[in-house]
């Protein structure tokens, strides 16, 4: 018996420095992103120092500034500086963030923003040290991640939301503890864009997901209604009528979407902008269903989520962390034809570097752009057009090539 009992005992602290190691490990590998996050958050608006610590993000302090006012019973969206644009339902988020102090909510702010990346990139089978590096090469090398951090956005979180419910790939758990879909649902409640992966899972045969996305969604909705109803009404009857909130920034240069090419090229926000992003819409749902039944459900995916960034009227550049997981499927090995493969990667490059960034911006001054800087600011958006356009022309060559599997049928698309 006592033999029994020390293997035992052998076992158990085996078993316990064996666990110390994996976490040991593991925090190790989450230091080099965690601290380019902290370093890159500090000093992405107007050079700020390192030391001490004072990140001015300016998207989070308009999150804590609604919390506030909800937790005193204001108007959220009449206020001086930069304004409130989300729904109702998505201002209950905002309330723990006025419980902080603006230091202690953007320290937590980048290290939940960090942890996303990593689970995005984590998703795409990507783990280990090799997280680890990329995780800090996007935190410190890309424009969409540094904007985000800098200005406290919650781009990475809508991006995570969709990815770690959609996207195939390694969980954390088994099981589901709710059914696909409805992270999906509560994120496009939060702000519209994943919608469009929900359109396209349902023209792809998925239809119980987006199902369950479309009635989170309500759900999600009706939740503000009942908790905030003011707010929640002069929000949506605002945006039925085209005023987005932000009407009179669409022009800017950041804005990489459609809409925002229009209003530079015409001098005014019009029809046909609204027209032209109705038709990239489509156009993107269509290729990614395509993609869909052609057996690559990643590209699929990504494609819905590119072509939400151009349908969208504001799609600022911190908004493309899409390219992210979109790059790494274009880059590991696979059966895509090379010019596809090629082109994807120089349009995530030039995504993921922005050089519109580097030109002057606001006031109004995009509208004396000359040739050179309009092809600049504007070749994004275009060459994510020809991306759409070569994802269906990708697709339907494959189909031609060979039969696919159909719809539900397709290899990964199972929740795991």
Wanted: hydrophobic content about 55%.
């Amino acid at each position: 018996m006592g033999t029994l009992a020390a293997m035992d005992a052998a076992r158990s602290t085996s078993a316990r420095r064996a666990g110390l190691r994996v976490w040991t490990v593991r925090l190790v590998l989450a230091l080099p992103p965690l601290l380019a996050a902290f370093w890159v958050a500090g000093t992405q608006v107007h050079g700020g120092p390192v030391w001490p610590w004072s990140p001015a993000m300016a998207d989070l302090e308009v999150y804590r500034r609604t919390g506030e006012l909800l937790l005193a019973g204001g108007d959220i969206f009449h206020t001086d500086g930069l304004l409130w644009i989300y729904p109702g339902f998505a201002a209950l988020f905002t309330v723990p963030l006025a419980l902080l102090t603006a230091a202690q909510a953007a320290a937590l702010w980048t290290v939940l923003c960090t942890a996303a990346l990593a689970a995005v990139i984590a998703r795409m089978g990507v783990s280990g040290w090799r997280l680890s590096a990329l995780t800090t090469g996007c935190v410190l090398f890309t424009s969409p991640v540094r904007e985000t951090l800098g200005q406290g956005q919650l781009g990475l979180f809508i991006v995570a939301a969709v990815v770690l419910y959609v996207m195939p790939g390694p969980r954390v758990f088994r099981r589901r503890i709710l059914p696909e879909g409805w992270l999906v649902g509560v994120a496009t409640a939060v702000k519209l864009t994943p919608a469009v992966v929900a359109a396209y899972q349902f023209f792809a045969g998925r239809r119980k997901d987006a199902l369950v996305a479309f009635f989170s969604f309500l759900a999600a909705t009706a939740l503000g209604f009942v908790l905030l109803p003011g707010a929640s009404a002069y929000y949506w009857t605002k945006l039925a009528l085209g005023d987005t909130g932000m009407n009179s920034t669409l022009i800017y240069a950041a804005n990489q979407s459609i809409v925002g090419m229009w209003s530079r090229l015409t001098g005014a926000t019009s029809a046909g902008g609204l027209v032209l992003s109705a038709a990239a819409l489509v156009l993107g749902v269509w290729a990614a269903v395509l993609v869909h039944r052609s057996g690559r459900v990643e590209l699929a995916i990504c494609t819905a989520g590119v072509a939400s960034l151009l349908a969208s009227p504001i799609s600022w550049g911190r908004h493309y962390v899409w390219l992210i997981p979109l790059g790494i499927v274009l880059w590991r090995p696979s059966d895509l034809p090379g010019w596809f493969r090629w082109y994807g990667k120089v349009w995530v490059a030039w995504g993921l570097v922005a050089p519109y960034m580097w030109l002057a911006r606001g006031g109004n001054v995009e509208l004396t752009y000359n040739a050179w800087q309009e092809v600049i600011v504007n070749a994004g958006v275009v060459g994510g057009v020809v991306f759409l356009v070569g994802a269906a022309a990708m697709a339907l060559g494959s189909r031609e090539d060979g039969p696919s599997d159909g719809d539900d049928g397709v290899p990964g698309t199972e929740a795991a």
